[in-house]
């Protein structure tokens, strides 16, 4: 079991940037992969970028690639999602998730929602 806290969300201004932390307390990472997923008013949970287990492979979304950038710090427990150049259209809530799939891939592709969430954190870019 692993209890997963989001970090770093807030109110920005349209171009602005914004770092979301997550950190595995309880426990660690280990060898699962992680994802960052966001979900705008009434709009379904999609994912938006995902790392594997040891950082080498990763998964952006069509409308965060370049812009958004996951990486992650094993041995301090965390995995960071950098988002630049933001624009109203990425408010929303932000929740991270890790996977006993240990790909990047994996965990973005799969059919079934990961098992570990966290409670969310809010990304509101507004003027």
Avoid: H
Avoid at 28 to 56: C, L, M, N, Y
Avoid at 87 to 99: M, N, R
Avoid at 107 to 124: H, I, N, R
């Amino acid at each position: 079991q692993v209890n997963l806290v989001e970090s770093g969300g807030g109110t920005v201004q349209p171009g602005g940037s914004l770092r979301l932390s997550c950190a595995a307390s309880g426990g660690t990472f280990g060898s699962r992969s992680v994802g960052w997923f966001r979900q705008a008013p009434g709009k379904e949970r999609i994912v938006v970028a995902a790392i594997s287990w040891s950082g080498g492979s990763t998964y952006y979304s069509d409308s965060v690639e370049g812009r958004f950038t996951i990486a992650r710090d094993n041995d301090k427990n965390i995995v960071t999602l950098q988002m630049n150049s933001l624009s109203p259209e990425d408010t929303a809530v932000y929740y991270c998730a890790a996977d006993e799939i240990s790909t990047a891939y994996g965990l973005a592709l799969k059919a079934s929602e990961p098992d570990y969430w966290g409670q969310g954190t809010q990304v509101t870019v507004s003027s």
